[in-house]
């Protein structure tokens, strides 16, 4: 038995009184929680970056999880006679299509997980246009209140073409787009996996916004300050 798979028994039973067949589900959900709490120093030493690939390492740090957790659930064990309501931890949404269809007993646990990863893609997706669209505008708004005349010999910053705005405004429009991507991969994993994907992808959607919102208001702070000490 496997570290990982000793570690979800054991909260397993410690739930199972309160969550029955459920508590593997929930010590699933639990086990994430933990993993991204212990990573949560890197994600936000990611973010004060302001990197192109901010939280990308945290992401990479989570595959051998995930690879843990779908080889748990693929290759047999003790973990395999476990469900979430009526579906097995261990079964597929094509195996769940099999056992009374889309609006069957396991049909309908499958659903209920891509409502939930639906929605937090969608939270993703909105909040990620609205930092793109805020970024071009603090962007433009430095550009014309940048100084039109130049020291002598200071090399004036690079500008951005047409073609590269439209660029710029079309992946602004796309990458959002990129977290529905975990729909596809729910459906193709056993339901532990997906159970992980989208506790993760939430944790990762509301970690983000509680850091920007963190850094609004350390922004806000100073400027508030001043304004008292002018009163």
């Given amino acids: 038995m496997s570290v990982f798979t000793h570690l979800v028994a054991e909260l397993g039973r410690f739930l199972e009184p309160a969550l029955a067949e459920s508590a593997t589900a929930a010590a699933i959900v639990l086990f994430t929680v933990l993993v991204r709490l212990a990573l949560h120093p890197l994600s936000r030493a990611a973010f004060r970056g302001a990197t192109p690939v901010a939280g990308c390492l945290p992401l990479l740090l989570q595959l051998p999880v995930f690879f843990l957790m779908y080889q748990a659930f693929t290759s047999g064990g003790e973990l395999l006679s476990h469900r979430l309501f009526a579906a097995p931890l261990g079964s597929r949404w094509t195996e769940a299509l099999g056992e009374g269809g889309p609006f069957g007993a396991q049909g309908l646990v499958f659903l209920a997980l891509f409502g939930a990863i639906a929605v937090v893609a969608a939270w993703s997706a909105v909040r990620g246009r609205r930092s793109a669209a805020a970024a071009a505008r603090t962007a433009a708004a430095a550009a014309a209140s940048a100084p039109k005349k130049k020291p002598a010999g200071a090399a004036a910053p690079p500008e951005l073409t047409a073609e590269q705005q439209e660029v710029m405004r079309k992946l602004g ?38 850091l920007e919102y963190r850094r609004t208001r350390a922004a806000e702070q100073p400027a508030d300050g001043a304004v008292r000490s002018t009163l």
Avoid at 181 to 209: D, F, K
């Fill in 173 to 210: 429009g796309v990458l959002p787009l990129l977290s529905f991507g975990t729909l596809i991969t729910a459906a193709v994993v056993p339901l532990a996996a997906g159970l992980y994907l989208l506790t993760t992808t939430a944790w990762s959607v509301a970690e983000r916004a509680w």
